[in-house]
């Protein structure tokens, strides 16, 4: 399988992950294109973006997660049902709101532009990326230009349960080694932890432990960075609410992994299309002792220098 993406090619996915970096340190990151617009102004369901020219090609870089606003967003996960043009779609609430508010600001750019169109970013920025994306290709604004459009989005979160069958081949999602962001859902989650779940008559008090107790280790042991810790600690409560919620009722969560066509990115030389997976195999929350410091961007951008097209 080969993404319908406009020339697609290894050398895209590496000027897309660098767009992705470059948006962690500002526009003035940003070298050998033209700006064409940036958000600076950085709110709860707002990140840092950036509409870049390069190459015949426009880059809508967001940026990952770097402030507590963006965590805020992160950790609002509760699924919303919207429309995605004449689709209904489960939605990560917190990435659609951003999604929504990046769109309001940019859709006439979108509309009007001759070319092809990247929808990139790291983190939290790929997550809104690929919201994002999909909802430029079905909405009657935009859709015009759908195929030209595509998402690069790399170490996303789960953000959205399907991308709608025309638009599959659009959206990559790259996930290196057993970085943990791409496999942070309740269903992940509840599929990890289900055999502690309180049963009838028990409480949710040991459930809760254990998570905190796992995720104190991430932190202490395995570098699990400070922002992410603290976001999950603070919402450990709704955590396990969902997830026994999740126990009773298996039709109450419907984002479980990464989106679109997936590559399983390593450090080994060879092609890119060898790391393609289906995105259902990464359906346990990753714990490894290479969980966190596997999520770093580039860890991300050595492997994609090992790789080459078909």
């Keep these: 399988m080969i993404p319908s993406i406009l020339g697609f090619?290894?050398?895209?996915?590496?000027?897309?992950?660098?767009?992705?970096?470059?948006?962690?340190?500002?526009?003035?990151?940003?070298?050998?294109?033209?700006?064409?617009?940036?958000?600076?102004?950085?709110?709860?369901?707002?990140?840092?973006?950036?509409?870049?020219?390069?190459?015949?090609?426009?880059?809508?870089?967001?940026?990952?997660?770097?402030?507590?606003?963006?965590?805020?967003?992160?950790?609002?996960?509760?699924?919303?049902?919207?429309?995605?043009?004449?689709?209904?779609?489960?939605?990560?609430?917190?990435?659609?709101?951003?999604?929504?508010?990046?769109?309001?600001?940019?859709?006439?750019?979108?509309?009007?532009?001759?070319?092809?169109?990247?929808?990139?970013?790291?983190?939290?920025?790929?997550?809104?990326?690929?919201?994002?994306?999909?909802?430029?290709?079905?909405?009657?604004?935009?859709?015009?230009?759908?195929?030209?459009?595509?998402?690069?989005?790399?170490?996303?979160?789960?953000?959205?349960?399907?991308?709608?069958?025309?638009?599959?081949?659009?959206?990559?999602?790259?996930?290196?080694?057993?970085?943990?962001?791409?496999?942070?859902?309740?269903?992940?989650?509840?599929?990890t932890f289900k055999d502690f779940i309180p049963k009838s008559g028990a409480t949710k008090a040991l459930l809760k432990i254990l998570i905190k107790t796992a995720v104190t280790i991430l932190k202490d042991k395995k570098g699990l960075a400070n922002s992410l810790y603290n976001g999950i600690m603070s919402a450990s409560d709704q955590i396990v609410d969902d997830l026994c919620a999740y126990s009773v009722d298996q039709t109450s969560c419907h984002i479980g992994q990464v989106v679109g066509i997936t590559y399983h990115l390593n450090t080994v030389q060879g092609k890119l299309s060898e790391d393609m997976v289906d995105p259902a195999t990464l359906n346990i929350l990753s714990i490894s002792q290479t969980c966190a410091d596997d999520h770093n961007i580039q860890h991300y951008s050595d492997s994609l220098n090992e790789k080459s097209d078909d």
């Design 9 to 191: 090619s290894v050398n895209l996915c590496r000027t897309a992950l660098t767009m992705a970096w470059e948006a962690y340190g500002g526009a003035a990151s940003f070298h050998d294109g033209t700006m064409i617009y940036e958000n600076d102004k950085n709110q709860v369901y707002l990140p840092l973006f950036y509409v870049y020219d390069f190459n015949q090609t426009l880059y809508v870089s967001i940026r990952g997660s770097s402030s507590q606003k963006d965590w805020y967003t992160d950790f609002n996960y509760t699924e919303r049902y919207e429309d995605f043009g004449d689709y209904k779609l489960h939605v990560h609430g917190g990435f659609f709101n951003s999604s929504i508010n990046v769109f309001n600001q940019i859709k006439d750019i979108i509309a009007n532009y001759p070319g092809r169109i990247i929808f990139t970013g790291h983190s939290y920025g790929a997550s809104v990326a690929t919201v994002l994306g999909i909802y430029c290709m079905t909405h009657p604004d935009t859709a015009k230009n759908a195929q030209r459009m595509g998402v690069l989005g790399f170490a996303a979160a789960p953000a959205i349960e399907k991308v709608p069958e025309p638009f599959h081949d659009q959206v990559c999602s790259f996930v290196y080694e057993t970085d943990i962001v791409p496999t942070l859902s309740i269903i992940n989650a509840y599929d």
